[in-house]
């Protein structure tokens, strides 16, 4: 029996040492290269979130239902405010001096609906991540911080009107003339701009690794920008 064994072993081929080596090179190889690609797509889905690397936790039903309230609440103030837009425009008896100031409010409120509610949810949906990269969220913060500043001057330039209104109703109409309430509606547009653009891109608002580390993790940029 041994005799025989030690027959058939000697009639299989043998191996040399160069393809083996040439075997293990390849091994070798493959290895390297499907650890160097498993890598790159971690890598890739944490520099590009998207919709298919969201948390697998995320509850279906309450991501609906706040969805449908999000969604709800940003279209009611989008036609809200393109309702008193379109009233002052059609009714001639709303067009006074006023009115202005309503018009302009009812824009920017306008504004935040459809430029910093409508990102704010898609953060709020895919729970946590920002899906829009560092650029985007910049311009998203810029402009949340603008038109909620604006918005809120205008709320401002109000109250002065309605003051003026009822301490001096009969200088009312020498004091709110067309070229002081233009005056004041561009001021409260243009003055936001200096609290929002400017410091928000120049990256006054955080420190120099703080900005370095959200570069290199996008998908945490807007979780440690409100912190």
Not at 169 to 176: D, F, H, R
Request: glycine share 4%; net charge neutral.
């Amino acid at each position: 029996m041994m005799n025989v064994m030690a027959a058939m072993s000697t009639g299989l081929p043998q191996m040399d040492s160069t393809s083996s080596s040439v075997f293990n090179n390849t091994i070798t190889a493959f290895s390297t290269t499907a650890t160097t690609t498993t890598a790159a797509n971690v890598t890739s889905s944490i520099e590009n979130p998207t919709v298919e690397n969201l948390p697998e936790n995320v509850n279906v039903l309450v991501v609906a239902i706040k969805g449908i309230i999000m969604g709800t609440i940003i279209t009611t103030a989008v036609l809200g405010n393109m309702l008193v837009i379109a009233s002052v425009r059609r009714h001639r008896r709303l067009r006074v001096v006023t009115n202005c100031y309503v018009v302009s409010l009812a824009a920017a409120d306008l504004l935040v609906a459809m430029c910093a509610m409508t990102f704010n949810a898609s953060v709020e949906l895919s729970g946590g991540k920002w899906l829009f990269g560092t650029i985007m969220c910049d311009l998203w913060n810029s402009l949340d911080v603008y038109f909620s500043t604006a918005s809120i001057l205008h709320l401002c330039c109000i109250s002065v009107d309605r003051y003026y209104a009822i301490v001096s109703p009969l200088e009312y109409t020498v004091i709110m003339k067309q070229s002081t309430v233009g005056c004041m509606l561009g001021s409260a547009w243009v003055l936001p701009a200096l609290i929002s653009f400017i410091p928000i891109f120049m990256g006054w608002y955080t420190t120099k690794e703080h900005l370095e580390y959200m570069v290199k993790h996008p998908e945490v940029w807007r979780s440690f920008f409100f912190k």
